[in-house]
Nanobody, 127 residues
Framework: QVQLAESGGGSVQAGGSLRLSCAAS????????MGWYRQAPGKEREKVAI???????NYADSLKGRFTISKDNAKNNLYLQMNSLKPEDTAMYYC?????????????????????WGQGTQVTVSS
């Protein structure tokens, strides 16, 4: 069983930064990607960024340049550095581990067949 535990969320003013962390425990051998997704109240869940086992990264177009995903393979930890935060970045952020697939022309870290989700960490950005 794989467990993902996010941390690092909180409240910050617009323009500030936060660094989210995700600690993965258990056997993730059947997954080939990890990533961050977010969901704001009343909105659909959306991809933030994913990183493949190869180290390749993929971001939501609207977040490129502000967010950076990284992974410490030795510790099996995932990170998301978020800079120049905006109120519209307010959401619950989830860590995932799954299989990379292309859906609707976009690369995603799917958990449809095999994958795992963390409990989420709340990020609130005030104006």
């Amino acid at each position: 069983q794989v467990q993902l535990a996010e941390s690092g969320g909180g409240s910050v003013q617009a323009g500030g930064s936060l660094r989210l962390s995700c600690a993965a425990s258990g056997d993730t051998a059947n997954t080939n990607c990890m990533g961050w997704y977010r969901q704001a109240p009343g909105k659909e869940r959306e991809k933030v960024a994913i990183i493949l086992n190869s180290g390749d990264t993929n971001y939501a177009d609207s977040l490129k340049g502000r967010f950076t995903i990284s992974k410490d393979n030795a510790k099996n930890n995932l990170y998301l550095q978020m800079n120049s935060l905006k109120p519209e970045d307010t959401a619950m952020y989830y860590c995932v581990a799954g299989r990379a697939v292309v859906v609707g022309g976009a690369l995603t870290c799917s958990t449809a067949r095999l994958g795992y989700w963390g409990q989420g960490t709340q990020v609130t950005v005030s104006s």
